[in-house]
């Protein structure tokens, strides 16, 4: 590996990654439009969840869910279009996962908006499409079934993201691309620590009591969170011990 070609497609995956194509498709659709900005009240508290991530999300939220599709399409071919020109270009080199992991810290914290970026999910599975298409379904697949059987819409929503680091290193056995995938997630877990602390603070307030609750406020399907509340491991096992309970106190 040339040091001084690396090195270029470090910045070069850096300065790509920093473009926020959030910003740019809500300055074209919605002039005035701040998607760096949500508020969102909790329902029964007094509680509100605020985001200021600059994402395919919020523009699904403040612009709309066809704008926020086209969003994350974009910010996944500022890394899908290089790796595969720098995988043409050398097929053997490792530039295009230099390329990726920078392109993960720019999109996070991008130099023209002074580090106030996205998370990077579109960035990762982007990267995941020239990499192991087949990885990137098989660990969301994984992460659903798992969810959907622990009771956990969290894990639904983003444990695909974990399971890349299993899955990649069995898979490949390849320590370029397994230390890829550590950096990645490291990079978006940080950016979403903020996130996370709300999360645990609605948790530990009971505020969001069902999974049907949390589908809702994590903009998933509610007929996905009350079938997990009526039919997961551990809904199935406090529904067995209540009518246990409840023949013995019969008896």
Known sequence: MDLLIALMAGISGYLIGSISFARLVARLVAPGTDVTKYVEPIPNSDLFYEDDAASATLV????????????????MLKVVLPMLALRYWAP????????????MVGHD??????????????????????????????CNLAAIVLGVALGQVHLVRWGGMVLLIPWLWFRTGDPAILAYILFVNAVFWISMREDVRQYYEFHKKGVLRTQE???????????????????????????????????????
């Open 213 to 251: 609750d949390w589908s809702d406020f994590l903009d998933m399907s509610r007929g996905l969170g009350r079938f997990m509340d009526r039919y997961s491991l551990p809904a199935l096992l406090t529904r067995q011990s209540h009518e246990v309970q409840h023949a013995c106190s019969g008896a």
């Open 109 to 138: 914290w991008p130099l023209y908006h002074r580090f106030h970026g996205g998370r990077g999910e579109s960035v990762v599975y982007g990267s995941m499409l020239v990499i192991d298409p087949l990885g990137a379904v098989v």
């Open 60 to 75: 699904n939220l403040n612009v709309g869910a066809g704008y926020g599709c086209l969003t994350s399409i974009l910010d």
């Open 92 to 103: 053997e080199s490792r530039y295009g996962l230099i390329f990726a992991a920078l392109a």
